[in-house]
């Protein structure tokens, strides 16, 4: 797969002949528009988040085959059903690449990638379903005949075990080593004998995913490999910043611009801190009261917030004056901070529109001794959180729930339990931006604010 920059391409020459679930066992030769590198990534990315909240907000199977069905449509689909194949390999190696460059990221592409693959599978009819298994080359032969015959009384138990009736049998199995399917042993959903386990037809996808874990759990250490030793200082000035950048990108508004929901003063900021702003953000502002200081990542996070809920650049030197002179004097604040205001609303420096942070930047953030920023479900000891999720009104059990996401490092949808516990109404889309927390709260507080007769 070659990476060209800007140029029409010759969709004869490109088409990709593979089934409508690819199986990614090689990377196709084909020649990739630069911008298709990046945006067919950001595409899957959403897909690929979209499946990791669905997992942690704890849906069964076919809710999943649900979710993953409608993203797909939402953000892979194309017209030209070769287009849309080729869209769905491009994504694949470009994230491929993307999350190569670590344990970590290694460990949940993986795990999201395999989970899309199962239940693009499971949603497949039987006859697509077995032309896959064909792809894969699985050595595995139906059980037929006198085989067959001598098993069906105890394919039978194992059916009743899974509250099926006889009727249920049936009549294609695959006689699979036992250590291919885990996941079907673990259930108890398989007859065991002699190292095999009977696999029925309908239980497919447990031997196609197993494959597919396998060989992508394999590719993700050669590419890392060839990343490290070549790929990434050849491609230096062109793929390398795009490529390290994606995996921690943000995929939704960047709130620059403040909307009807967002347009604070100083009057009410107070107030308004402890009604819609999120944790991450009212801590950092009742340190600044308490302190009348924050170190420069706690200014940034915080002042970039507040520029994005409607903060203006003269009631932001005014607020942050109040708070800093009674610590450091007013000729200090002016020599040594309010430059740096001035200059993330854009009108020092190289005039950029600076746009808040994300909760993806937020956690990833490394706050030191002293420092107040970052994330306070990733950052803050058990204890202080659940002390600050107890003075934002959470019950018991809301406050268990959120803890749970914390243990597993579920760290955004701990912050979307705790804004569904304290507004009382779900929140499907999750809480991805400290911004759209507070968009979120403020529909929901002046939707139930009465309006004045006129």
């Known amino acids: 797969m070659e990476v060209i920059r800007t140029q029409k391409r010759t969709a004869s020459n490109d088409i990709v002949s593979t ?35 669905g997992l942690a907000r704890g849906r069964n199977p076919n809710e999943m085959d649900d979710l993953v069905d409608t993203l797909w449509k939402e953000h892979m689909r194309l017209p030209d059903v070769s287009e849309m194949i080729n869209k769905d390999i491009i994504s694949h190696f470009v994230l491929r690449l993307v999350y190569c460059r670590s344990d970590e990221l290694k460990k949940w592409f993986l795990s999201m990638e395999t989970a899309l693959f199962r239940h693009r599978f499971r949603i497949k009819k039987i006859e697509e379903q077995r032309v896959i298994v064909g792809e894969f080359g699985l050595p595995y032969k139906a059980v037929i005949g006198a085989e067959l015959e001598s098993l069906k009384e105890r394919l039978v138990l194992v059916a009743r075990s899974l509250c099926q009736t006889s009727s249920d049998v049936e009549n294609i199995y695959y006689k699979v080593p036992f250590e291919e399917v885990p996941d079907l ?12 386990a009977f696999v029925a037809g309908s239980q497919l996808v447990s031997l196609v995913v197993t494959q597919f874990r396998s060989h992508l759990s394999k590719a993700l250490i050669l590419t890392n490999r060839k990343w490290t030793t070549t790929i990434r200082e050849r491609e230096k000035d062109r793929l390398t910043p795009i490529v390290e950048a994606l995996s921690t990108s943000y995929l939704g508004p960047d709130y620059t611009q403040s909307s009807e929901y967002a347009d604070i003063s100083l009057k009410d900021i107070d107030q308004v801190s402890k009604s819609s ?19 420069h990542g706690g200014r940034m996070q915080l002042g970039l917030f507040l520029k994005g809920v409607g903060l203006k650049l003269d009631d932001a030197l005014a607020f942050w004056r109040e708070e800093f002179t009674k610590k450091v004097g007013s000729e200090r604040f002016d020599k040594e901070y309010a430059y740096a205001i001035r200059h993330n609303y854009g009108k020092e420096g190289k005039r950029t529109d600076y746009t808040p942070y994300a909760c993806s930047k937020i956690i990833t953030s490394a706050p030191g001794a002293g420092d107040h920023h970052g994330c306070p479900y990733r950052h803050f000891s058990e204890d202080n959180l659940k002390a600050a999720l107890s003075r934002m009104g959470l019950s018991s059990r809301g406050m268990e729930d959120v803890m749970d996401k914390v243990r597993n490092r579920h760290y955004q949808l701990a912050c979307t339990l705790t804004f569904e516990a304290v507004y009382g109404t779900s929140c499907d889309t999750g809480i991805n931006h400290p ?4 968009e979120e709260s403020q529909k929901i507080l002046k939707s139930k604010t009465p309006t004045a007769p006129v």
């Open 277 to 295: 702003f999120p944790l991450c953000m009212r801590h950092l502002f009742e340190k600044l009261r308490e302190d009348h200081h924050l170190k």
């Open 19 to 53: 089934p409508t679930l690819p199986l990614y066992l090689t990377a196709p030769p084909m020649e990739v528009r630069l911008e298709e590198f990046e945006l067919f990534a950001i595409d899957r990315l959403r897909v690929l988040k979209g499946v990791s909240d």
């Open 435 to 438: 911004n759209q927390y507070f």
């Open 185 to 196: 042993v673990a259930t108890r959903r398989v007859l065991l004998q002699k190292g095999y």
